[in-house]
């Protein structure tokens, strides 16, 4: 495969990724209080939320990459 028909494919599956989910949470933990030997731990979500123009664009970018490197080369 070429470079640019990778390229596309990993546009391509994120995008589709990206549409399915439309969002990921991750996890923190922070020290909030240290009292001699006892610590005071807190965990927090944070979540990223991706609009549905990132996968769309993502897959349009992905597919015509992978059209581009289907051609052959006027080299």
């Not at 609009?51 to 581009?68: A, D, H, N, Y």
Request: glycine letters at 12%; charged letters at 10%.
């Amino acid at each position: 495969m070429r470079t640019l028909q990778v390229i596309g494919l990993v546009l391509v599956v994120l995008g589709i990724f990206a549409l399915a989910y439309q969002g990921f949470s991750f996890f923190t933990h922070d020290q909030v209080a240290q009292v001699g030997g006892v610590t005071v731990n807190q965990t927090r979500e944070h979540s990223v939320w991706l609009p549905p123009i990132v996968g769309i664009t993502s897959l349009v970018v992905g597919g015509l990459l992978i059209l581009m490197g289907r051609r052959p080369s006027e080299a």
